[in-house]
């Protein structure tokens, strides 16, 4: 998809980090934007500045991980906007923890917004997209985790990992079809947004006491937020992206190296390893 100016862009987790950065680089290339987020201030504050560059802009306090929610969003954008070009299933949140050691909640959380938030956006979204009739564009924000998996992330990387799964099944399923509408897996890694600080979003139901696997894996996020790429280069590589058509965006170039060195350690049966670059960032 070339043309982005006149066309309307989704982005679910605008409120900050990556969301925000896509809405803003995306109203620069003159898209109208609905933007989607659980925080209400951080929200309407990426709705005043996308406002700015002079699109129309529609915001919503969405919590992805609520199918009823996800579809008043998608009935509302329809009706405010009439149509959806760009969709971009971007909210996320991190939680770390061995397999053993972590509670259900911990694991229902992350996969209620990871996974179940690109599959509530695609049930409501997709259908309508494919309606129109005109070329489209799916961006899913899964993760360099979604690829290789490192100790001590489990709820996260367990959902991250599906949310890969899933966007790859609906690439293939909407290629079979001859839809006008290609799809990107984001596998971002080490990016300086606020995914460390997750649990500020995290709903009462679904609280946990913090273990110290957890609080360890949360300082490594940290430090590795701290040394990453700002998050507006990331917006950058989606556009790039979605002009190319390209399915898979990797956000750094060391991690193309590790998915061959993987896919040997599994052909002959081995354990894949921890890439040593993904502790870099």
Same mark, same amino acid.
């Given at each position: ?40 201030? +951080?929200? =309407?504050? $990426?709705?005043? @500045? #996308? ?10 306090? &969405? ?99 599906? +949310?890969? =799964?899933? $966007?790859?099944? @609906? #690439? ?10 290609? &799809? ?98």
């Amino acid at each position: 998809m070339h043309e982005l100016n006149g066309r309307v862009a989704v982005v679910t987790g605008a409120g900050s980090g990556i969301g925000r950065a896509l809405a803003l680089r995306l109203a620069d290339e003159g898209m109208d934007l609905a933007l989607g987020d659980v925080q209400r201030e +951080a929200l =309407a504050e $990426t709705g005043e @500045l #996308a406002g700015t560059r002079g699109v129309r802009v529609v915001s919503r306090v &969405v919590d992805v991980g609520e199918e009823h929610e996800v579809e008043a969003f998608a009935e509302q954008v329809y009706a405010d906007l009439g149509a959806v070009h760009l969709l971009c299933n971007n909210a996320g949140v991190f939680m770390g923890g061995r397999v053993w050691t972590r509670p259900a909640a911990d694991f229902e959380w992350a996969l209620r917004v990871n996974l179940w938030g690109l599959l509530h956006g695609a049930r409501a979204f997709v259908p309508r997209m494919l309606d129109q009739g005109h070329e489209g564009h799916i961006v899913n924000t899964c993760s360099v985790a979604g690829l290789f998996v490192g100790p001590g992330s489990a709820p996260y990387t367990v959902s991250k990992w599906a +949310a890969f =799964a899933a $966007t790859l099944s @609906l #690439a293939q399923e909407l290629a079979m079809q001859n839809a006008k509408i290609r &799809v990107s897996a984001l596998c971002p890694g080490g990016v300086t947004t606020r995914i460390h600080e997750s649990e500020r979003v995290r709903p009462a139901g679904l609280r946990s006491e913090p273990g110290d696997d957890s609080i360890f894996m949360n300082e490594m996020i940290r430090a590795t937020v701290e040394n990453g790429i700002p998050p507006e280069e990331v917006a950058g590589q989606v556009v790039d992206a979605v002009r190319a058509g390209r399915f898979l965006v990797l956000t750094h170039p060391a991690y193309a190296g590790g998915l061959p060195e993987q896919a040997e350690a599994l052909v002959a049966g081995r354990l894949p390893g921890m890439p040593d670059f993904e502790w870099r960032g």
